[in-house]
């Protein structure tokens, strides 16, 4: 059964910096498209980005509103995913989602975790 | 403002069928596939269709998807109190080389 279990969420001051990590079991990172999904307080879902699997790639793409901020990337050995989040914002409070795309191929989001909450305030 | 378009509310009473519309444009909805998210009160979203029409393993067959063009449609039959929830449409958009959701639909049973 596949399971993703979100940690390292909290209070940030504006400025301050944040690693998120999602714990994954059922599967194995490296052979899957991973990624984050956000909700701030009240609204809609918003796409933060994604890494390709080992044989795809392995590389990462964001959104244009966490670009040069976010850092995606996994471990593993840990069999872990991370958002590394720099230079915080207001704006970048939200509930983060991690999530995996379908391990048989596809583009769209098939599992997701519970969720952690990040709130950047002074 | 959100890339695809969904309307903020519908409602119907329990047992009626309601549809929930998702617009978009040729850069993401005409070309790529689209797929549904339920997101029941204080829990994380899950998938409802996936691939325009296709429904994962669980969701029950009163619950389809359609795409025609530049929009795709949620349709829910046979309603329920627990079909209560916001949904979303989401797709890649392949000028913005990025994923997008629609701003979700607030479904009401009433």
């Known amino acids: 059964e596949v399971q993703l279990v979100e940690s390292g969420g909290g209070l940030v001051e504006p400025g301050g910096s944040l690693r998120l990590s999602c714990a994954a079991s059922?599967?194995?990172?490296?052979?899957?498209?991973m990624g984050w999904v956000r909700q701030a307080p009240g609204k809609g879902l918003e796409w933060v980005g994604r890494?390709?699997?080992?044989?795809?790639?392995?590389?990462?793409d964001y959104a244009a509103s966490v670009k040069g901020k976010f850092t995606i990337s996994r471990d593993d050995s840990k069999n872990t995913l991370y958002l590394q989040m720099v230079s915080l914002e207001a704006e970048d409070t939200a509930i983060y989602y991690c999530?995996?795309?379908?391990?048989?191929?596809?583009?769209?989001?098939?599992?997701w975790g519970q969720g952690t909450l990040v709130t950047v305030t002074s | 403002q959100s890339v695809l378009t969904q309307p903020p509310s519908v409602s119907a009473a329990p047992g009626q069928k309601v549809s929930i519309s998702c617009s978009g444009s040729?850069?993401?909805?005409?070309?790529?596939?689209v797929s549904w998210y339920q997101q029941l009160p204080g829990t994380a979203p899950k998938l409802l269709i996936y691939?325009?029409?296709k429904r994962p393993s669980g969701i029950p067959d009163r619950l389809s998807g359609s795409k025609s063009g530049t929009s795709a449609t949620l349709g829910i039959t046979g309603l329920q109190t627990g079909d209560e929830a916001d949904y979303y449409c989401?797709?890649?958009?392949?000028?913005?080389?990025?994923?997008?959701f629609g701003g979700g639909t607030k479904l009401t049973v009433l």
């Open positions: 999530t995996t795309y379908p391990l048989e191929g596809g583009y769209y989001f098939k599992y």
């Open positions: 059922g599967f194995t990172v490296s052979n899957a498209f």
């Open positions: 890494i390709k699997s080992k044989t795809g790639g392995g590389t990462a």
């Open positions: 040729s850069s993401n909805i005409a070309n790529n596939h």
């Open positions: 691939e325009n029409n």
């Open positions: 989401g797709t890649w958009d392949s000028s913005l080389s990025a994923w997008v």
